[in-house]
């Protein structure tokens, strides 16, 4: 990587910059989804924090940007581009410097940014520039799409109900714990064919020994929740890692705290399946 000529600068956009950045960034992301459109991603970082939408100049030509955000814990970087005919200049190099410090000047501590798995060109950029790939899984919604779902508030069994179907697949003892009081009560029983299970304590042990076994792999719900009053029932499945399936039927009641004061759990399928 060579030093950057004198003349490449780093601004915040201007208004009179719209075509040209749309057009860097069409060239750069021919593959962007619809959701990425240039004039739309414009429109939307214009009206938070705009000062860090920055592009890159070279003799007054725009050949590179960057986007960068805080939202209060983490700063981001998005879309990245500089024309082919001018990398392995050092201006990319200079865009995210410039991102960094706009991020610092608003108290950030942390930046973060995501790249497609397959990009390894881009991974290595960000390697050479002082970036670690972490262990996380990247997560996502399009909130379009959510936004045209019916919303409703969640009653109180619903919210006991998924605590405790999601606390089966949690292998962190301590989240798991924390979990376990928000749903299940002090005193609260699960009843199965062969014994009965009563109190937390109890209760948290029996899932220790449940999320050791090395066959485990997942838990999923295979039915909706079926909401009455202080009554609930669900079916779901444990897969396991021999490719072996288990299916459970459970149904139960909370209590006037909204913790589950007793669930019968089933094991297998039902009579008649």
């Keep these: 990587m060579t030093t950057p000529p004198a003349e490449f600068s780093v601004r915040s956009f201007r208004r009179g910059d719209g075509e040209a950045l749309g057009a860097l960034w069409g060239r750069v992301f021919p593959d962007d989804p619809p959701w990425n459109a240039p004039t ?3 429109e939307n970082k214009l009206k ?20 960068a955000g805080f939202d209060g814990v983490r700063g981001w970087i998005y879309h990245l581009a500089i024309l082919p005919e001018h990398r392995r200049r050092g201006f990319a190099t200079r865009l995210v410097r410039s991102a960094e410090q706009g991020l610092l000047s608003l108290g950030c501590p942390k930046v973060n940014l995501q790249v497609r798995s397959t990009n390894q060109e881009v991974v290595a950029f960000y390697r050479s520039v002082g970036y670690q790939v972490e262990e996380r899984v990247s997560m996502g919604r399009r909130l379009e799409e ?5 919303c409703r508030m969640p009653n109180a069994v619903e ?9 089966w697949s949690e292998r962190d003892p301590a989240v798991r714990a924390t979990m376990l009081e928000a749903c299940f009560a002090a005193e609260g029983r699960m009843v199965t064919r062969s014994r009965e299970i009563r109190g937390r304590g109890a209760f948290a042990d029996l899932m220790t020994k449940f999320l050791a076994d090395p ?15 202080t ?31 007793l669930i019968l759990a ?6 008649g399946q």
Excluded at 48 to 67: C, K, R, S
Excluded at 159 to 167: E, G, H, K, P, Q
Excluded at 247 to 256: L, P, Y
Excluded at 266 to 271: I, K, R, S
């Design 146 to 150: 959510a936004a045209a779902l019916p």
């Design 48 to 67: 938070v924090q705009p000062e860090l939408l920055l592009v890159g100049e070279l003799a007054g030509t725009i050949v590179g940007a960057v986007m």
């Design 266 to 271: 089933f094991a297998g399928p039902l009579a």
């Design 215 to 229: 066959q485990v792999r997942e838990i999923r719900v295979i039915s909706a929740i079926d909401a009455s009053g």
């Design 159 to 167: 919210i006991a109900v998924d605590t405790y179907i999601r606390m």
């Design 231 to 261: 009554t609930f029932r669900f079916r779901s499945v444990v897969e396991r890692h021999d490719g072996t399936i288990l299916e459970n039927f459970d149904a139960g009641e909370i209590d006037a705290t909204g913790r589950i004061s």
């Design 40 to 42: 739309a991603m414009i």
